[in-house]
């Protein structure tokens, strides 16, 4: 019974592949195969590409923060500068009086040093005429005396 069992599946399988009907079963089975393949390395390269975009939007995430925490940098410099303005204009108040108050205290310097110069100037002048005149009253002191010793 199993001969005959066997000798028929061994018949089947010549009528078939006489009639062709193998054939195509075993083109659309390698068919198959190669869509199975060609999808298996779509999601292998679907898997290899998971990395890069995870690690993308890593990068991506990261980018954000860094730029929410500038924005958080520059929106805290502006609230201490307008914190400080009051301040600062105070402080600039202050530098200008003392600025003034020192330029005040220079001219008074520069004045003083020249009534200085010009008093030193003006006694020099009258030391030099008290000389000349001292020379002049010395020479007519002597001619004098010259002419009254040759009058004797």
Excluded: C, W
């Amino acid at each position: 019974m199993k001969k005959l069992i066997e000798f028929g599946r061994k018949a089947m399988f010549y009528i078939r592949v006489l009639s062709g009907y193998e054939e195509r079963r075993i083109r659309s089975y390698r068919l198959q195969l190669q869509q199975r393949l060609q999808q298996a390395e779509e999601r292998k390269a679907a898997v290899r590409k998971i990395p890069e975009q995870i690690i993308l939007s890593e990068v991506k995430r990261m980018v954000e923060e860094m730029q929410a925490l500038n924005k958080k940098l520059e929106d805290t410099e502006v609230a201490i500068h307008e914190y400080f303005k009051p301040l600062d204009q105070q402080a600039e108040e202050v530098m200008k009086m003392q600025l003034k108050g020192d330029e005040r205290r220079k001219d008074e310097l520069m004045e003083a040093m020249q009534r200085q110069a010009l008093l030193e100037m003006a006694n020099a002048e009258k030391l030099k005429n008290m000389q000349i005149q001292g020379t002049n009253t010395n020479v007519q002191e002597k001619t004098s005396r010259e002419t009254q010793s040759e009058a004797r």
